[in-house]
């Protein structure tokens, strides 16, 4: 029996999605979650998207394979109760051994969330990316449509990236200013390691005049992570989660836009 899961984390104290010797990763706590709740090994999860050290996710998806049998329910209490306070379960819901959550996926979308503040956020600390400049949006937008369709983005790629082609297609960017915050919005087919701070770098600097809005052509067309400004803070950025087509009935509710910390919209 395959089950899939809706998980949501906030990522400030963990070493990133992925299984480290630490221990101190979100795919660590799940599993071993899952190992308590089911009194058997812990299971193998795989996600949608991997995330990096301090990068949230409002509803990460992944799936593993169990021969026990349990109510879709039992799975979210159950394994809720071994979880730590900052990890949870939202849904579980058995799926056709056909279903892989990151194969499956049809998009991925993240949200990065931004302060603009003379003093650096309190509250919000870890949660939210922070520039004491002021940003132009009209500057930002104007950039971010020289990355809009399918290019090589290797200019914004991790040198410990694994994936194997940097061709990537971004769908929409949309950005919006909410107060004192600016909010983010990246759909795409996937994602490169590190992509979208490396991006956010390039925003920040075109907001805040450093560089122009055409400068960004030119980092997308020299194809070399030299040229790009430094990879921005990871606290500001979430994963919101992957898109699925209809077929696979999963819970509506994937991914959430209702809520990101300062940029509720209406």
């Known amino acids: 029996m395959r089950i899939a899961l809706g998980i949501s984390y906030c990522g400030t104290h963990y070493e990133g999605w992925q299984s480290q010797s630490s221990g101190r990763t979100v795919q660590d706590q799940l599993q071993r979650a899952l190992g308590q709740f089911m009194a058997t090994p812990s299971p193998n999860v795989l996600c949608a998207g991997r995330t990096d050290s301090g990068v949230h996710g409002l509803m990460q998806v992944a799936h593993f394979d169990t021969d026990l049998a349990r109510p879709d329910s039992a799975w979210v209490r159950g394994t809720n109760r071994y979880l730590p306070t900052d990890i949870a379960i939202q849904w579980a819901q058995a799926v056709p051994d056909t279903f892989h959550s990151r194969a499956s996926a ?10 603009e503040s003379p003093v650096r956020p309190s509250m919000d600390a870890g949660r939210v990316g922070w520039v004491f400049r002021s940003l132009s949006g009209q500057a930002m937008t104007a950039a971010a449509r020289h990355l809009l369709g399918e290019h090589d983005f290797s200019s914004f790629r991790a040198a410990q990236c694994q994936a194997h082609s940097p061709v990537k297609t971004l769908h ?8 004192r915050y600016w909010r983010f919005d990246f759909e795409g087919n996937a994602f490169l390691h590190h992509m979208i701070r490396n991006i956010m770098g390039c925003l920040v ?23 790009a400004a430094p990879t921005f803070m990871p606290d500001g950025l979430y994963f919101l989660g992957p ?10 509710d994937t991914p959430p836009f ?8 209406t």
């Open 106 to 115: 049809l998009t991925r979308r993240y949200a990065y969330i931004l302060l």
């Open 172 to 179: 929409r960017i949309q950005i919006i200013r909410h107060g």
């Open 205 to 227: 600097m075109i907001g805040q005049g450093t560089r122009s809005p055409d400068w960004m052509q030119t980092v997308l067309q020299a194809r070399s992570r030299e040229v």
């Open 243 to 252: 898109t699925y087509g209809a077929d696979w009935h999963l819970p509506a």
């Open 258 to 265: 209702d809520w990101l910390p300062g940029a509720t919209l």
